[in-house]
């Protein structure tokens, strides 16, 4: 019997099992951390890698440690200095520094020995416990359970994008698990999206392929530091969101807060540069129909169409709550309450969900508010859980 199991192994999941395990809430041989994948943050780390992206947008006391300025001190120790490097005036750390420091803290908590490989395919309530079951075929009980699933394995494809990839058409999303991003010399290729995913992705590839990348964009390049306002860090706009009782108010308030499809300036002005030197082709547009014939895809515009050999999807994630293809008996069987918008409703001060049932992250942020998928999201989540 295990005190606690956490289902997610990303940067919600490892921070919450920093902090319980640092808090002495439990112990290794007392924690489960089961995910699908072989060592901690390897979506996270896909992720990042497959766009390149070289510094975090959040500044460098948003980490996955306890101590604000663990990260800062982990930069200045002999095993942290080569990698110490930071961007502009919030101190944004390089991608490098945020993993090796998370790879440092996993090693002083011991954490691979809580890790198990699998996938959850069931979770019910057997007399005080919890069951889990694995996809394949192994069973655990666990006194708490965490729900710390990401939206990452959710990638969003347009209904045109599908269409497409039912024809044959070499269409992908870069967050797709088994993505190429590798491009023949002769392929003219086309991303679309307007965020920092797509940006990222087209900074990478025009780079490697000049003259051949095309971006298109619903709207002009958005600037923003960070994709919320840094008020929904505390009391600034959080008290006045924790005395909404509607829940579809709190989700009106949510989605407004968030700057979706923008970038640092850094960013624009980088885009900018790649298409004044003639390596990259910027479109604002919006598709409106495709088709697929003879290797070429022709994507109709509302202004004008345009040819690719190739299609890279930087279109985000879907809105659903992750998780709910296997929650949805536990949900029934539990009578676990959900807000209209489908998301989880919880306990304010703790999380809990069901009796000893937690979630955190994108599932929390009813009550965590905006910031909750983020590295920030996490700890605040981790506090509420562990009690801090």
Same mark, same amino acid.
């Given at each position: 019997?295990?005190?606690?199991?956490? $289902? %997610? %192994? %990303?940067?919600?999941g490892c921070t919450l099992a920093n902090?319980?395990?640092k808090t002495k809430r439990t112990t290794t041989s007392n924690l489960a951390i089961v995910d699908p994948h072989p060592e901690p943050l390897s979506t996270w780390k896909r992720c990042t890698n497959t766009i390149a992206m070289p510094y975090l947008r959040s500044p460098s006391i948003h980490h996955l440690d306890i101590d604000p300025f663990s990260l800062e001190k982990f930069a200045k120790s002999e095993s942290g200095k080569p990698y110490a490097q930071y961007y502009g005036p919030y101190d944004r750390p390089a991608?490098?520094?945020f993993n090796k420091h998370c790879e440092s803290l996993f090693h002083d908590i011991q954490l691979q020995k809580s890790w198990i490989q699998g996938k959850v395919e069931q979770l019910r309530r057997i007399r005080k416990h919890w069951q889990i079951k694995l996809s394949d075929g192994t069973q655990f009980e666990s006194e708490n359970v965490v729900l710390a699933m990401g939206l990452s394995d959710h990638p969003y494809w347009?209904?045109?994008?599908?269409?497409?990839?039912n024809q044959g058409a070499a269409i992908n999303h870069i967050y797709d698990d088994h993505t190429n991003t590798k491009v023949k010399e002769t392929e003219e290729i086309l991303i679309v999206g307007g965020g920092i995913s797509a940006i990222h992705t087209a900074l990478k590839l025009s780079k490697i392929h000049p003259g051949r990348i095309k971006l298109l964009t619903r709207h002009p390049?958005?600037?923003?530091?960070?994709?919320?306002?840094?008020g929904w860090l505390g009391p600034k706009y959080m008290n006045s969101f924790k005395k909404v009782t509607n829940l579809s108010q709190r989700r009106q308030m949510i989605s407004k807060a968030r700057y979706r499809g923008s970038i640092p300036k850094e960013l624009k002005l980088q885009a900018l540069r790649e298409e004044r030197e003639g390596r990259l082709d910027i479109f604002i547009d919006e598709v409106s129909g495709a088709s697929y014939e003879n290797g070429e895809i022709k994507v109709e515009l509302k202004m004008k169409s345009m040819v690719a050999n190739r299609i890279l999807l930087a279109t985000g994630f879907h809105a659903t709550p992750p998780g709910f293809d296997w929650l949805t008996s536990t949900i029934e069987s539990e009578g676990l309450r959900c807000a209209t918008c489908g998301y989880p409703i919880i306990s304010e001060s703790s999380l809990e969900w069901g009796q000893n049932l937690y979630v955190i992250g994108a599932l929390a942020e009813l009550v965590i508010g905006p910031v909750?998928?983020? $590295?920030?999201?996490?700890r605040r989540g981790a506090e509420k859980i562990v009690q801090l």
């Open positions: 019997m295990l005190e606690w199991t956490i $289902i %997610g %192994g %990303g940067i919600q902090y319980l395990l991608i490098t520094l347009p209904f045109w994008a599908n269409e497409l990839q390049l958005r600037i923003q530091p960070f994709d919320s306002d840094p909750s998928r983020n $590295i920030s999201g996490a």
